[in-house]
């Protein structure tokens, strides 16, 4: 009976964890490109944005195949935290690190 219960436990958190957004992050000498899917699939018009580095403010939106640059101005390496949200109101967060000796 135990192992139905650990196989019935993973089953909800694959399939709870697959209906979240997802952020992957790729640095870049001069920024970094994001990419956000939802449940999978890009996600188009999401809302990409940096909350620990101030010079880039504002809000960045994907493209139809879900990817954005995120032009970055850093002094020193760093951890850098994104955030987005898709248009059914999916949210998501990830740190990425990005250094500045490429």
Do not use: C
Request: no cysteine; charged share 20%; net charge positive.
């Amino acid at each position: 009976m135990s192992s139905l219960k650990v196989i019935a436990a993973s089953a909800v958190l694959v399939m709870s964890s697959s209906a979240f957004a997802d952020i992957r992050v790729s640095s870049n000498a001069n920024g970094a490109w994001v990419t956000v899917t939802e449940n999978g699939q890009p996600a188009p018009n999401a809302e990409v944005t940096v909350a620990n580095v101030p010079q880039s403010r504002g809000t960045f939106k994907t493209d139809e195949t879900g990817r954005v640059f995120i032009p970055l101005t850093l002094h020193n390496s760093r951890s850098v935290k994104y955030k987005a949200k898709t248009e059914s109101g999916k949210e998501s967060s990830r740190f990425a690190f990005h250094s500045t000796n490429k």
